[in-house]
């Protein structure tokens, strides 16, 4: 991905944490926090429905409406005054723990970066102040410009020449899959923060990054644009400042004994190099590793004896002879490997003059787990290239 010229960033649930306000809506319906989903729910629905209908209407006045609407249905007597006030908290939100410093890093690298916003103009400015974070923003954006909501076309659109840039310029944040679906569809670059509850819309286009964790976005994106700076055969120097107050990642938990409860699924290996070397402990450049045993796509599955709870997953590769681009998928499933839950996506740029080795070590933090699996495409660009691992390991 050529590093993109602004990173524009959705805003509720993406950066700002909406749980204070889903408990309030919570006790305003009779102390359901499952009628607080569909709150949420419904308001993005009827923000669709104005758009379509072509009504000007603004975001906070259509949650009034459908909190109203959802209490009429459950039986529970809802006044405007008192909707509004429960909703209040909408403005006063604070962000998600890790975004304070993840938006420092990305500021610190260069990066522009702007909101796009279905909230309106005065909502908006009250999150950005309550949570401290205008003073990352060159531009706060609001749909209530356009008069149309995400994920219709033109927002985007109006979004990318507000910032002066093309659609294929910029580079979307957001927690929501219809948000990074439509901006993919006029052409803007995405990135999927894969929060609790979370997931991408199948039928939408494939994005470019998904994190666990918007801690990851950074460095995310970092790797993004060296990988395409590797693939054109330029020297790419891949940093990260550390905080001298930061720690390294939290290594509690057990170790999950693969061998001992999980089965291994994999599509194909090098006789010289089996599936094996991957759970042998040996690791860092150099240790035993896991070669397909042809090229193109391969797909590795753990299957566990009994459903697991999973909180970190590392990974090695190192490729020291091909230049080469491996785009990996993780995903998760609790139904005994019938459906998948995408919750990474990761690219690893190597080059025998340059980046030949990269290790991971990812956040999950997922319950009742009976199947993992890894979808690899060894090289992006398509060429006849084969897949390695040299270590996979989780904790529970």
């Known amino acids: 991905m050529e590093r993109p010229k602004i990173i524009v960033f959705d805003v509720n649930e993406t950066l700002l944490d909406l749980t204070p306000l889903k408990v309030s809506v919570a006790e305003a319906l009779g102390g359901r926090p499952d009628l607080a989903s569909l709150w949420f729910t419904t308001l993005l629905q009827y923000s669709l429905v104005a758009t379509v209908a072509d009504r000007d209407q603004h975001f906070d006045e259509i949650g009034v409406a459908c909190l109203q609407m959802i209490a009429e249905g ?187 409860e999980a089965a291994v699924r994999v599509t194909s290996e090098d006789p010289e190099h089996p599936i094996d070397h991957a759970f042998d402990d040996s690791e860092g450049p150099g240790g035993s590793r896991w070669i397909a045993g042809t090229p193109g796509e391969q797909t590795l599955i753990l299957a566990f004896d009994a459903p697991q709870g999973i909180t970190r997953v590392a990974l090695e590769v190192e490729e020291r002879n091909v230049a080469r681009t491996q785009d990996l998928q993780l995903a998760l499933s609790t139904d005994g490997g019938q459906t998948y839950r995408e919750v990474l996506r990761q690219e690893y740029g190597f080059s025998p003059t340059g980046s030949t080795f990269e290790r991971e070590d990812w956040e999950v933090r997922a319950d009742r787990v009976t199947h993992l699996r890894l979808v690899i495409r060894p090289d992006k660009g398509g060429r006849p290239c084969r897949a390695s691992i040299t270590t996979l390991a989780l904790r529970g």
Not at 179 to 203: E, N
């Open 74 to 260: 459950q039986g529970i007597r809802l006044d405007h005054h008192t909707a509004r006030r429960c909703l209040a908290l909408m403005r006063a939100l604070p962000p998600h723990p890790e975004v304070t410093s993840a938006l420092e890093r990305l500021r610190d690298d260069g990066y522009r970066l702007a909101t796009l916003t279905n909230s309106s103009r005065a909502v908006l400015a009250d999150q950005m102040t309550h949570a401290d974070l205008e003073r990352f923003f060159e531009a706060m954006l609001s749909v209530e410009e356009i008069g149309r909501f995400k994920p219709h076309p033109h927002v985007y659109r109006w979004a990318a020449r507000r910032l002066g840039v093309e659609v294929s310029e910029c580079l979307l944040v957001a927690a929501h899959g219809w948000d990074v679906a439509g901006a993919s569809w006029v052409g803007m670059r995405t990135a999927f923060v894969a929060r609790p509850g979370q997931s991408l819309y199948p039928l939408g286009p494939a994005v470019d990054a998904t994190v666990p964790s918007f801690a990851d976005l950074p460095e995310m994106v970092a790797r993004l644009v060296s990988s395409s700076r590797a693939e054109r055969g330029e020297p790419v120097l891949l940093k990260k400042i550390l905080d001298p107050q930061e720690h390294p990642p939290e290594t509690s938990g057990r170790v999950i004994d693969l061998a001992a």
